[in-house]
């Protein structure tokens, strides 16, 4: 007899669990670069697969040629880091659809004509200084102050409003690209000290086996005196919700009233 509470769980549910150790970041860097990689094929004259090969020697042969002609849809050569994200994606995709693969690309026992190509290739490239990705610039003080002053930012309307969290989340909360779509109104906790974030998961640390099993803090800087801050915008942006509403998601959209002489929050 089971005890109470036990429960035997489907094997749809444990397929789901597997596949969502993945990273949503991951999954599209590795589809991403198996498009490019069957673009390059087709536009080459491989009217196949890669997966459909057996033979590893050709595999190898064919990505060798892969990382040294693959160029950019304006005809430049890609970056040396995505050079090396594109073999790691590849890895990935072949392990995730040939069956009994157990080969890493990345790896130069398993693949050495293929990684001393790609090893000189990257030093081919940084000894002639291309291929670097592109750095990018934080944004100033004075553009913080012009962004958040300007009129699409007003904490007057709701709208301006959500521009306005958002950018505080981007600045305080250190959210990256997909993060914030999955950010929960649960996830801030207001203080007399200003609001924390609590995040579960990061880039780097996506809270698995390995992965730290408490949620990293941010603090959110209180507010200077007579100032209106992140603090007070996020108090006044959820103050907006409605009291009934059970979205648990921190974003919402903006739209209309029935009689369109005011705004609501919605999902």
Same mark, same amino acid.
């Given at each position: !007899? ?17 596949q969502s150790r ?5 999954? /599209? ?6 498009? %490019? ?18 033979? *590893? ?18 005809? /430049? &050569? ?11 994606? &590849? ?9 009994? $693969? ?8 398993? #693949?050495?004509?293929?990684n001393e190509i ?6 081919? !490239? *940084? ?37 306005? %969290?958002?950018? $505080? ?32 998961? !990061? ?8 992965? *730290? ?22 108090r006044l942006y #959820? ?26 929050? &919605?999902?």
């Amino acid at each position: !007899m089971c005890t109470p509470g036990h429960f035997k769980p489907t094997q749809e549910e444990l397929e789901k669990l597997q596949q969502s150790r993945i990273p949503s970041n991951t999954l /599209q860097n590795t589809n991403k670069w198996v498009k %490019i990689l069957n673009d390059w094929r087709e536009a080459v004259g491989y009217n196949y697969l890669l997966e459909s090969l057996d033979n *590893k020697d050709e595999i190898e042969k064919e990505i060798s040629e892969f990382i040294v002609g693959v160029r950019t849809k304006k005809n /430049q &050569i890609y970056s040396r880091s995505s050079l090396k994200n594109s073999v790691a994606g &590849i890895s990935r995709h072949l392990k995730n659809v040939k069956k009994d $693969w157990n080969y890493n690309l990345c790896k130069h026992e398993h #693949f050495p004509k293929l990684n001393e190509i790609l090893d000189g290739q990257l030093k081919s !490239m *940084k000894k002639q200084g291309i291929g670097e990705a592109k750095p990018y610039d934080s944004l100033t003080n004075h553009e913080i102050k012009s962004i958040l002053d300007h009129n699409v930012c007003s904490s007057n309307n709701p709208t301006g409003l959500l521009h306005r %969290i958002f950018m $505080w989340v981007c600045l305080f909360g250190c959210a990256r690209g997909g993060e914030h779509h999955s950010l929960l109104i649960s996830q801030f906790e207001d203080t007399e000290d200003g609001f924390i974030l609590k995040k579960y998961q !990061m880039k780097n640390d996506q809270g698995g086996i390995e992965g *730290k099993q408490t949620s990293h803090v941010i603090f959110f800087p209180k507010d200077p005196a007579g100032i209106n801050g992140p603090n007070h915008d996020i108090r006044l942006y #959820f103050s907006k919700r409605p009291s009934h509403y059970k979205c648990k998601s921190l974003y919402l959209k903006v739209t209309q009233d029935v009689e369109g002489n005011s705004y609501l929050y &919605i999902n």
